[in-house]
């Protein structure tokens, strides 16, 4: 978990008063015997002030995919940001927005338990989509990954791509212009990448609020797994304590990924904690636990 809030962006004001003052000197000449006139109180004329512009912020909500650490290896995890158009200086293309965001690293994640393979110095160039097939181009930063982590960093790209942009529904890579056979030597980066089963890919089990929120009463947490059984164990605690625990279960079973939630009523203001997890149904061993922080204000 990570001790910072999502920042809330300001309103910015542009304002600008342009003073304009204008001196008139009439000279008059008469015949041969010129003589100047005494200077007559000029004219002055001045542009109005111009009205303080606002500049109207447009927050939009962006999915992006990090990774964590399981059981099952590194896994991929979501946290939907609520990101300012101003303060980061974003165009119209929500998907190429988002990578731009998560390769450059210009929005970590919030929890402390979660990690992006990128922020390296890798930058992405463009992207195009035809047809449904986005073409990514990247100029590569200092890449040293393995097998597992090459392959969860091309995962979050494609998952945080086609999240963004509903329109694109596979992935290819091009390097500062040219198809590459690899990334970072162990994946074949010359092929054409579309989501694989969820349950290969992200964790098993997660909260959908992010890591130190405010929330009110009554209080209702949700988020989504791909479980045996559909299974999600909770416990909350406050200081330490236990408050309560309890189990809840996703709509569907895995191999299906599906939403859960818990409703925790009316809780006393304070900070809390809330844990989710996923065990093995063979030994009872824990696979994933997903934990935020999040504070009652009423």
Known sequence: MDSSKPSRP??????????????????????SNSQNSSPSNPPVSSAPSESAVPIIDDLQDYAFYFTSETAQGFRLVREVHQ?????????????????????????????GDHRTLWNNGTKVNSVSVVEGIATVDLSLGRISLGAESEQRAIDQMVWTLIENDPTVTSVKFTIDGLVSESLAGHVDFSQVFTLAPSYEVLASVWIDLL????VSNPVSITGSACTFE???????????????????????????????SIDLGELAPGNYVLKVSDTSAEDG????????????TN
């Open 10 to 31: 300001a309103n910015h004001l542009l304002s600008k008063a342009v003073p304009a003052f204008v001196a008139v000197l009439l000279l008059s000449a008469c015949g």
């Open 83 to 111: 990101v300012s158009k101003v303060e980061n200086d974003l165009g119209d293309d929500k998907g190429f927005n988002s990578l731009v965001m998560l390769v450059d690293g210009q929005l970590p994640p919030f929890d």
């Open 211 to 214: 890591d130190r929120s405010d």
């Open 230 to 260: 559909a299974n999600v164990a909770w416990e909350l605690t406050k200081g330490g304590d236990v408050v309560s625990s309890g189990a809840t279960t996703a709509a569907t079973a895995c191999p299906d990924r599906s939403d859960w």
């Open 285 to 296: 061993s824990l696979i994933f636990e997903d934990t935020k922080a999040f504070t009652v």
